[in-house]
């Protein structure tokens, strides 16, 4: 199963639990889980790692995700690449702490220092200089870019997905509404309870965010993003407060003033059919010494929506001087 073509079955399909989560096993065969320490002793920060040589390719999945996510395109690059996928903190397998009433835990800050040590760990364990080409999606490309900022050395290059980039807190701002809902609250009202795995997927397939999902990507989701609860049912890993929470702290990051200092390669992927502006892309864009923008006529969600699309835009940003659709 490692590094195949195949990116699992076709989305839309009507494919029920048994036969996708057994694609989902299939696609997580090479992997092996870990942990490591997040930014504070008291977090663990899990990890997907399919092992081997090559460059280290690392995957950060959106918010209310988890890295078991984009595991279809982490197994499709690992025949080429060391990759690994990242559960942010309150999320997937890593460790999660209840927000609290000013949300400070899952500050954008904070989950960018958890991935700053997470790649500082990698690359003593691996023996790796950097992190070549971190993938980082939605929420999950804002804290790449972020800890990149912070610390340019670790990082090659950034494809970002369609990532959430809000305009900074200082006047001058490109001041462009986005197309999106209230993320935070919208994240608070999301069900939250199951009796099994499978009602869980039922739920979800076809409906709302989930519906152009491949029936893989959303059973890895389930799979791995959903737990028993205490009260003998099923519950989300990342719970509607923690995601909401996330969203809201948003509203505090600043991913314009510190963008000079990065050293990366910077692609920002615009979904036309995404949520957000392109404009806020190029204004960004504009401030780091090596960055483009392409939009493409993709989702917001579009990792998990056409995975083989992210692994052609790696593999012609890799032979090309520009990404391919």
């Not at 305009?167 to 199951?194: I, K, Q």
Request: glycine fraction near 12%; include cysteine; charge should be negative.
């Amino acid at each position: 199963m490692k590094g195949r073509a195949d990116l699992g079955l076709e989305a839309g399909r009507d494919v029920g639990w048994e036969a996708a989560s057994e694609a989902a096993r299939g696609v997580l065969e090479g992997a092996e889980r870990r942990f490591v320490r997040g930014a504070n002793a008291d977090i663990e920060i899990a990890l997907l790692d399919w092992g081997g040589e090559g460059d280290l390719v690392l995957l950060h999945h959106a918010n209310g995700f988890c890295g078991a996510t984009l595991a279809p395109i982490a197994n499709a690059l690992s025949g080429r690449f060391r990759v690994v996928c990242v559960d942010a903190r309150g999320h997937g397998h890593s460790t999660s702490v209840p927000p609290g009433e000013t949300g400070a835990a899952y500050a954008w800050s904070a989950l960018a220092a958890d991935l700053r040590a997470v790649v500082q760990e990698l690359l003593a364990t691996t023996g790796r200089d950097r992190v070549e080409l971190a993938i980082g999606h939605s929420f999950g490309g804002a804290l790449c870019l972020e800890a990149a900022e912070r610390e340019p050395s670790l990082f090659g290059r950034l494809l970002l997905c369609d990532p959430v980039i809000l305009d900074p807190p200082a006047s001058g701002g490109v001041e462009v509404p986005s197309r999106g809902p209230d993320l935070a609250s919208g994240a608070r009202r999301r069900r939250n309870r199951f009796d099994s795995l499978a009602e869980a997927y039922s739920h979800f397939q076809g409906r709302g965010i989930f519906a152009d999902f491949t029936p893989e990507a959303l059973a890895l989701y389930v799979a791995e993003g959903v737990a028993p609860g205490p009260d003998g049912g099923f519950a989300l890993r990342c719970s509607p407060d923690v995601e909401g929470a996330i969203f809201a702290s948003g509203e505090r990051t600043d991913l314009f003033a510190d963008a000079p200092k990065l050293s990366a390669e910077v692609r920002f992927i615009h979904a036309l059919r995404g949520n957000f502006s392109r404009e806020r892309y190029d204004a960004l864009a504009a401030r780091i010494p090596s960055a483009s923008v392409a939009s493409l006529d993709l989702g917001h969600l579009f990792p998990m929506e056409e995975p083989k699309r992210v692994v052609d835009l790696v593999e012609g940003w890799l032979s090309s001087s520009s990404p391919t659709a």
